[in-house]
């Protein structure tokens, strides 16, 4: 199974400010097919979980631009460039690689 | 629009059986992947079983064996047949669809049923 390794597990970030989230993969994510299989998702307090970004960077329909992800093979990134209130919840990446699908232990979010 | 809704969810005993069903439209569930995850109180999210577009299913290691995926193209709906439960399976079960045709990982999450294994 891929292992997916989320740091840091929890986060406090002032509004305005920028805040990141890294998640390694214990194997390349990259398809032979040139697609990179790794997503993030958000899971807003009481809410199921929602998609944020697909394929390392490509956002979501209805995914604010304040919200970007990076990375390639193992090494990714989910960038929130301006922090804001409704942006707390845990967030999750996610590898749809090979099953099983395996996701990230969830970074938790929250605002100072 | 997309939506899924899951339903069947309940409190049972260890070692009974449940099923859960989950509802779509906006789409056609056989032309989708379809996925099961699920989250144990407190806890992060386990995948545990897809069924594809060709009626192939998968199931992860902690599942094989007691449940099962199914499709019901007329309904549009899939559903999970839950048997010889454990107090480990306690979680809060959602379905998902892929993102796009060909692509395993949810994209699409419904609002989740509750499952409580308990005697």
């Known amino acids: 199974d891929i292992v997916m390794t989320q740091t840091p597990l929890s986060l406090s970030a002032t509004p305005g400010q920028p805040a990141s989230i890294s998640c390694k993969s214990s194997q390349s994510l990259l398809h032979s097919n040139g697609n990179t299989y790794l997503y993030w998702h958000l899971q807003k307090p009481g809410q199921p979980p929602q998609l944020l970004i697909y394929?390392?960077?490509n956002r979501f329909s209805g995914v604010p631009d304040r919200f970007s992800g990076s990375g390639s093979g193992t090494d990714f990134t989910l960038t929130i460039s301006r922090v804001e209130a409704e942006d707390v919840g845990v967030y999750y990446c996610m590898q749809g690689l090979q099953l099983p699908i395996t996701f990230g232990q969830g970074t938790r979010l929250e605002i100072k | 629009e997309v939506q899924l809704v899951e339903s069947g969810g309940g409190l049972i005993q260890p070692g009974g059986s449940l099923r859960l069903s989950c509802a779509a439209s906006g789409f056609t569930v056989s032309s989708q992947y379809m996925s099961w995850v699920r989250q144990a109180p407190g806890k992060g999210l386990e995948w545990i079983s897809v069924i594809y577009s060709d009626g192939s299913t998968h199931y992860a290691e902690s599942v094989k064996g007691r449940f099962t995926i199914s499709r019901y193209n007329s309904k549009n709906t899939v559903s999970l047949q839950m048997n010889n439960l454990r107090a480990e399976d306690t979680a809060v079960y959602y379905c998902a669809r892929s993102l796009t045709f060909g692509d395993t990982a949810p994209g699409y999450w419904g609002q989740g049923s509750l499952v409580t294994v308990s005697s």
């Open positions: 394929e390392v960077s």
